[in-house]
């Protein structure tokens, strides 16, 4: 197995859903359970597949993201806290 081959396989254990997910999108190309004859059978349910895993992939990213900036933040010194949910509901109605 070349180098480059092995980074990948070894960057993709890291990842397991992702993993998953690619296993699922592979078998539906190689027809490996023979479920598709037709290449629009196909074609739909590896779109949504797609599309459901784009998601997810976006969602990962963004908290990978948000945690390399929460960690440099803090890290920068400035007296940062974390945050939490807003328990402010607005102020209360006046009486009449």
């Not at 070349?2 to 997910?21: C, G, I, T, W």
């Not at 539906?28 to 629009?40: L, P, W």
């Not at 803090?74 to 509901?89: A, D």
């Amino acid at each position: 197995m070349s180098e480059k081959a092995y980074d990948f396989e070894e960057r993709l254990n890291r990842h397991p859903v992702l993993k998953e997910r690619l296993s699922s999108i592979l078998n539906i190309v190689e027809d490996s359970g023979g479920n598709y004859d037709k290449a629009d059978e196909a074609e739909l349910i590896i779109i949504e597949k797609l599309r459901s895993f784009g998601n997810e992939l976006m969602h990962e990213w963004a908290s990978g993201k948000e945690s390399v900036m929460t960690e440099k933040l803090r890290g920068s010194g400035r007296g940062i806290s974390g945050h939490g949910k807003k328990n402010f509901i607005g102020r209360p109605l006046s009486e009449k």
